[in-house]
């Protein structure tokens, strides 16, 4: 026959029927497995207290024990409290489930372990745990809802994104009748409102063919130039095909981004055919040289965000909206790229509304601080009185005639000038100059003067820098030249100048005196460029002459030359045997017998393989 059990009963105790050892078996039998519930077992041997759901399981089916004596259990111990329904050290009385494993109700995994909690706990207890948990799924909620609005963000700005392969040809500042080998380059690029694409300068600059691919798309398409501004490395691109932009959202501009607030970089680096996207910082806000042309400066942003090659021409994206475009990076610097920002997008977009572009304005002033106390003191400012006072003024510039050396400048279009240079703009100090960087061409612009102890108003209108064609880099263009008698005669600008290399180190002194001092110690010469004689093709008429290449051409038979297109008056205009040319420095002359130059000048043009014996400007 079978054992009696004994039960010995407590006070308030849940475990008063034989059917309670089997409840609490089915208890510990849920907590082990059910879903969120670690199975083992603390110091004390204390089962941990249920976590937030994760993975179904199954219960097994409840084991059904030996008949034995009744087991005991130590009287502090949470086994018996829960037996007693007592009140442990942390105030939370414990009851026994009333329910075994094997009459669970299917709430589902994960939902088990908390039943018996809330049918046990207090109407207080239970209404905070049900707002804790209303609260944690909501959160859950909208964070799945976040994230997959990000991901629709995300596909919208990568399907606007394109890659964009050139196949370029320049032409050759040293033999200028014929061009370099053609190459090939990749970039990035991003559709915007038209449609159109927006990309770098630099990237579909000197191109001879353009196909651009929607990222994830396999098929290529034909794309032309439609506007191009060297000065502020920025493009335009037309593609024709009205496949080409079917469904896609066109990506809107943005604000100037704050300091230290984060921003994304799309592009193809190293000619990838995957998009790659890189995160970083905005580190830094101020005017930089743009590479591209090497001597104009605009607004920059410094960014720790990863610019490799190929990602030119990439938006630069923060909450959806393009901030920039990626553009340079500093080979000195690690880590380090920059990104033209929207001031100068939008400043190229309103410029080619009348359907062309006429580039950026300039001052024309040449200006120092006023931190020196004493400086201010001799300008008769008073107190208080801040701005920079004007060193030179560059003829033909918008400012000449306007403003004279020795102004202060105090204000410009209402904005302060501070003793530095700079202005307040969003936020930033920038250079005072930035307000007329925003200008187009033909716009006015009011500056407040302080001139020999009183403040003077004056207006000017906006024109571009006089001497920048030639300072600048040439793109899209053919080199210009002029042959006669195998004297080879070109312009001296900075593309001419690049065919030296290094020319800081190799060049001849007086062509970079020419080229970038001359203008300065001379400012009547501003804007005109001379013409160099920059190679002699070897031939009996011009024997006499091979040593005297990279000479600058004074005059031809009298007549001043100032550039290139005065030599095809002047050596029409010989009335003699013979046609003088006066060559700088040292005012060398050379002296060509006319009839024999006429005779052997088409004998020169086949021997060398020179189709046309000139490209004027």
Request: with cysteine; hydrophobic share 35%; proline share 8%.
């Amino acid at each position: 026959m079978g054992e009696r059990v004994r039960l010995r009963k407590h006070p308030g105790s849940a475990q008063n029927h034989p059917r309670a050892a089997a409840a609490s078996t089915g208890a510990e039998l849920s907590r082990s497995c059910a879903p969120g519930v670690d199975s083992e077992r603390g110091p004390a041997g204390e089962p941990d207290l249920p976590t937030p759901p994760r993975a179904p399981c199954t219960l097994p089916a409840p084991r059904r024990e030996p008949r034995r004596g009744p087991k005991r259990v130590a009287a502090g111990s949470r086994k018996g409290l829960a037996a007693r329904g007592q009140v442990g050290d942390n105030g939370h009385r414990f009851r026994a489930p009333r329910t075994g494993a094997a009459e669970l109700p299917p709430y589902g995994p994960g939902v088990v372990p908390l039943i018996p909690f809330l049918r046990s706990a207090r109407p207080l207890r239970r209404a905070a745990c049900v707002v804790f948990w209303a609260a944690f799924a909501s959160t859950v909620l909208a964070q799945a809802q976040a994230v997959e609005e990000g991901n629709g963000e995300e596909g919208r700005v990568e399907g606007a994104i394109v890659s964009i392969e050139v196949t370029s040809q320049r032409g050759d500042w040293f033999s200028p009748w014929q061009s370099q080998r053609s190459a090939q380059s990749s970039g990035s690029g991003f559709i915007i409102a038209g449609p159109r694409v927006m990309t770098n300068a630099h990237v579909v600059s000197d191109a001879r063919q353009i196909i651009v691919r929607r990222s994830g798309e396999p098929t290529p398409y034909v794309a032309e130039i439609e506007f191009i501004g060297h000065d502020s490395d920025l493009a335009l691109l037309r593609v024709d095909d009205p496949e080409f932009a079917r469904g896609v959202q066109p990506l809107a501009l943005g604000d100037l981004p704050s300091l230290r607030s984060r921003v994304r970089t799309y592009g193809f680096p190293a000619g990838g055919d995957k998009l790659s996207r890189t995160e970083g910082v905005v580190s830094r806000v101020q005017f930089i040289t743009y590479l591209h042309t090497g001597v104009d400066s605009h607004l920059g942003i410094q960014t720790d965000s990863a610019i490799n090659p190929g990602n030119s021409g990439g938006p630069v994206i923060q909450d959806g909206r393009v901030v920039g475009v990626a553009f340079q990076t500093n080979t000195r610097l690690s880590g380090v790229g920059f990104f033209i920002p929207t001031p100068v997008i939008k400043r190229f977009l309103r410029d080619v509304e009348d359907g062309r572009y006429n580039g950026f304005g300039d001052l024309g002033l040449s200006t120092s601080n006023l931190l020196n106390p004493m400086y201010r003191e001799l300008l008769e400012m008073p107190p208080g009185m801040r701005g920079v006072v004007v060193d030179r003024v560059l003829p033909g510039s918008s400012t000449d005639g306007v403003v004279r050396p020795d102004d202060v400048v105090l204000e410009i279009d209402g904005h302060p000038v501070r003793a530095d240079g700079t202005i307040q703009y969003h936020g930033y100090a920038l250079g005072f100059e930035q307000i007329a960087e925003e200008k187009q061409l033909g716009e006015s612009v009011s500056l407040a003067l302080w001139r020999k102890g009183a403040r003077v108003q004056a207006a000017l209108t906006l024109q571009p820098h006089p001497d920048a064609g030639r300072i600048r880099g040439e793109f899209d263009r053919a080199p210009s030249y002029f042959v006669y008698a195998g004297l080879v005669f070109m312009p001296l600008n900075q593309e001419y100048i690049n065919t030296f290399g290094n020319y800081w180190q190799t060049a001849d002194k007086h062509l970079l005196y020419a080229l970038f001092f001359k203008s300065v110690e001379h400012p009547e010469t501003n804007g005109q460029a001379s013409v160099v004689l920059t190679r002699v093709l070897p031939h009996p008429v011009n024997s006499a002459y091979r040593d005297l290449s990279n000479s600058i051409v004074g005059s031809v038979n009298g007549v001043k030359i100032r550039q290139l297109s005065d030599l095809e008056r002047a050596f029409a205009a010989s009335t003699g045997p013979y046609h003088t040319i006066v060559l700088k420095p040292g005012d060398v002359i050379v002296v060509l017998d006319k009839e024999l130059a006429r005779r052997s000048h088409g004998e020169i043009l086949a021997r060398y393989g020179i189709a046309k014996d000139r490209r004027l400007p």
